[in-house]
């Protein structure tokens, strides 16, 4: 048996609730999408939970579930994902951390968490305070965008379970605390580099600059979100598959390299209401050439819902099925596809929220079950049934026949 | 987003089985029922293993389930729900027994289980019982209706892993072994009180008054079903929400108030045909204005079944209807109501089965699915699919806006 390619589109936030205004429909019931429909049409549909039925998925534990991971082991904090975003390798061991730039007193009391969003200098500021040692530990220091960065720190003997520096809110800076005994080298030496680093910052010529402009200095870092990659084998390893993601979001960009897929940029691929759907399209098409796995997210619908505004989020579906077309037109029809999102995000919530997710799977000799339309209500009597999130992953390597037998 | 207040009802062994005599219909099939096929009409239906696949569900595991408790974790034995039935109030620590008044003879040989189903002076004789110190335990007697009571031991290191001391049957009373080793103090101390209530209980006017009248004395308690309250993080607690229980059967009740819930005396609830059905949803009413979670237990269509009354069964499907038409004219569109069963127990087997149950969800923005009538059948082709017991409660809260975020 041959085995076959694989290709998860992933609408961020897509499913919904059904709105009064709009009879009761949702966005998906309510948008001509004659692509996601055929797809339907030509195999099978269900829904998922994409953590547990009742869990709001946050977009990092969706997507770890999403690649087959249980994110209930996986997932230790915020710092990894932002760090493999941010381009940093994590090796095993390090402890990562999301940290913004902050404005702050000597007396340690954080008068703005973002200094004033600062758009530029930060990249000479990240350079001037990593690479410190600090006990035997490294802290490497990475710019993100505006006031936002990451740290790990390295060396022997860390452990995530440490309380977070940032505040959260104007006050004062907070001391890490370690949540177990084994942690208490990471808490002191986070507590070190934040103080070394506000004495590095405080004399920077960037911030000697900024004050002379009237402009908050960037003074302070403030991390939070310790986590390490601890239990995550790269997907390539796991399945035995050359993979890789098109992706405009930093965060779902961060997991996909975290679990070492290939991640290339692609011009207009903005994550927002902006992106390029047919750069997107052309890219998923391509990488397929040299790849057994390629994922897509398309973040627009998500971000739409957030706004509260169905009508837009109606058009979110539309171009994402132009989308859609594109790609199904042009991959070989031994394409195992499956299209999905990561999440509800509801208009009517403006959040994400518990509601299970459609899910349609087409190509590659998938059976077909009669479903007609992709939406919430009408694949929930597919073939499918109810699934949880990490489930998919298994159920796309066993239709493309890559999948591993338990017994003789 | 607002959070919104949920309304659970379980009617208690409505699920059935088709009867040839009647169609091959079940109750529910044949009953007239337009409020329940209204809710069902406006939301989302599935089918629902209250336990799992082909496990019959007690009452007892089968609410603890229902209310999102693990039952394989949290549920120890059936003593300290008995207990907490009879309104003693369990700390973590403490074992349970539910308990028989028994007649014995002198070389410890049960001769009736349960006294001459005992009508009086039980009271005086758990009085009397009661209080008693075995080697730094205290032992805590409560009688409850008829020849039944409940034992509570109290102090360090107990251990409820102990066999029972009651024979199930007319024979010798057993001695209590302890099935760890860490459960010998326990199995000690509890042979050592029936010991010492066979004393007392010997010389007691109650049980000399009886032997006079030619009536078994109640001169043995036999205890049985030891367990403690362990894992069960209170509901409130868990939840964050404000829980109340309209139920009449005593076991329920004792479930409702061990998890925390307020369980209100409402006159006319008695758990049986005569049910005032109507006291019953004005109750859930209006603890609806002060709680964000309202539970109802209708016991009614387990009594009908146990005595294979399918004719009777449907009338309690009728009456449930009533009373729910009621309720769901009083209360807000935002509540998010649940329609369930506790577990099947068919008419044709007159004890509870391992048959799924149906489950309707509507109200607060529930999706909607097009399934039209409340029946096992016509349950099943609706958007929930088949979930677990355990999935409901977590199910309730996300679609009410009270689920908790997972990931960022």
Same mark, same amino acid.
């Given at each position: 048996?041959?085995?076959?390619?694989?290709?998860?589109?992933?609408? +961020?936030?897509?499913?919904?609730?059904?709105?009064?205004?709009?009879?009761?429909?949702?966005?998906?019931?309510?948008?001509?999408?004659?692509?996601?429909?055929?797809?339907?049409?030509?195999?099978?549909?269900?829904?998922?939970?994409?953590?547990?039925?009742?869990?709001?998925?946050?977009?990092?534990?969706?997507?770890?579930?999403?690649?087959?991971?249980?994110?209930?082991?996986?997932?230790?904090?915020?710092?990894?994902?932002?760090? &493999?975003?941010?381009?940093?390798?994590?090796?095993?061991? +390090?402890?990562?951390?999301?940290?913004?730039? &902050?404005?702050?007193?000597?007396?340690?009391?954080?008068?703005?968490?973002?200094?004033?969003?600062?758009?530029?200098?930060?990249?000479?500021?990240?350079?001037?305070?990593?690479?410190?040692?600090?006990?035997?530990?490294?802290?490497?220091?990475?710019?993100?965008?505006? @006031?936002?960065?990451?740290?790990?720190?390295?060396?022997?003997?860390?452990?995530?379970?440490?309380?977070?520096?940032?505040? @959260?809110?104007?006050?004062?800076?907070? *001391?890490?605390?370690?949540?177990?005994? !084994?942690?208490?080298?990471?808490?002191?030496?986070?507590?070190?580099?934040?103080?070394?680093?506000? !004495?590095?910052?405080? *004399?920077?010529?960037?911030?000697?600059?900024?004050?002379?402009?009237?402009?908050?200095?960037?003074?302070?870092?403030?991390?939070?979100?310790?986590?390490?990659?601890?239990?995550?084998?790269?997907?390539?390893?796991?399945?035995?598959?050359?993979?890789?993601?098109?992706?405009?979001?930093?965060?779902?960009?961060?997991?996909?390299?975290?679990?070492?897929?290939?991640?290339?940029?692609?011009?207009?691929?903005?994550?927002?209401?902006?992106?390029?759907?047919?750069?997107?399209? *052309?890219?998923?098409?391509?990488?397929?050439?040299?790849?057994?796995?390629?994922?897509?997210?398309?973040?627009?619908?998500?971000?739409?819902? @957030?706004?509260?505004?169905?009508?837009?989020?109606?058009?979110?579906?539309?171009?994402?099925?132009?989308?859609?077309?594109?790609?199904?037109? !042009?991959? @070989? *029809?031994?394409?195992?596809?499956?299209?999905?999102?990561?999440?509800?995000?509801?208009?009517?919530?403006?959040?994400?929220?518990?509601?299970?997710?459609?899910? &349609?799977?087409?190509?590659?000799?998938?059976?077909?079950?009669?479903?007609? !339309?992709?939406?919430?209500?009408?694949?929930?009597?597919?073939?499918?049934?109810?699934?949880?999130?990490?489930?998919?992953?298994?159920?796309?390597?066993?239709?493309?026949?890559?999948?591993?037998?338990?017994?003789?």
């Amino acid at each position: 048996m041959t085995q076959k390619k694989m290709l998860m589109i992933v609408c +961020d936030g897509l499913s919904d609730r059904p709105v009064k205004q709009f009879d009761m429909k949702t966005p998906l019931q309510v948008a001509r999408k004659p692509a996601m429909d055929a797809l339907t049409r030509h195999g099978i549909s269900g829904t998922m939970d994409v953590i547990g039925p009742g869990i709001i998925p946050g977009s990092d534990t969706a997507h770890l579930a999403l690649f087959g991971y249980d994110p209930f082991k996986a997932y230790t904090g915020r710092g990894p994902i932002e760090a &493999a975003g941010a381009g940093l390798e994590l090796l095993r061991g +390090d402890v990562a951390f999301r940290c913004n730039f &902050a404005t702050a007193n000597k007396s340690f009391v954080v008068t703005d968490r973002r200094a004033g969003r600062i758009k530029s200098g930060t990249s000479e500021l990240a350079k001037a305070v990593s690479g410190m040692k600090i006990n035997g530990v490294t802290a490497i220091f990475k710019e993100g965008s505006e @006031h936002r960065g990451v740290l790990v720190l390295r060396g022997g003997g860390l452990d995530y379970r440490v309380t977070d520096v940032d505040p @959260h809110q104007d006050g004062k800076v907070l *001391e890490s605390r370690a949540l177990v005994p !084994e942690a208490k080298k990471t808490a002191d030496a986070l507590n070190e580099f934040v103080k070394r680093s506000a !004495e590095i910052l405080a *004399e920077h010529p960037v911030n000697r600059e900024r004050t002379k402009s009237g402009l908050p200095p960037a003074n302070m870092i403030l991390p939070r979100g310790a986590g390490s990659i601890g239990e995550l084998e790269p997907l390539p390893q796991r399945y035995g598959i050359r993979c890789a993601a098109v992706a405009g979001v930093t965060l779902v960009k961060g997991i996909c390299r975290l679990i070492g897929m290939e991640v290339p940029s692609i011009p207009g691929a903005t994550g927002g209401l902006d992106t390029d759907y047919s750069a997107k399209g *052309e890219a998923a098409i391509k990488l397929l050439d040299s790849n057994d796995f390629v994922f897509v997210n398309v973040k627009a619908g998500d971000v739409a819902s @957030h706004d509260g505004d169905f009508r837009m989020k109606v058009t979110v579906v539309e171009n994402i099925d132009v989308m859609l077309g594109l790609v199904l037109k !042009e991959i @070989h *029809e031994d394409v195992v596809v499956a299209l999905t999102c990561d999440h509800s995000t509801p208009v009517s919530v403006k959040e994400h929220s518990a509601d299970p997710v459609p899910l &349609a799977i087409s190509g590659g000799g998938t059976r077909i079950d009669g479903v007609k !339309e992709f939406d919430e209500i009408s694949v929930s009597s597919g073939a499918i049934g109810r699934i949880r999130g990490m489930d998919l992953m298994p159920i796309l390597l066993g239709t493309a026949d890559r999948a591993r037998k338990f017994g003789a």
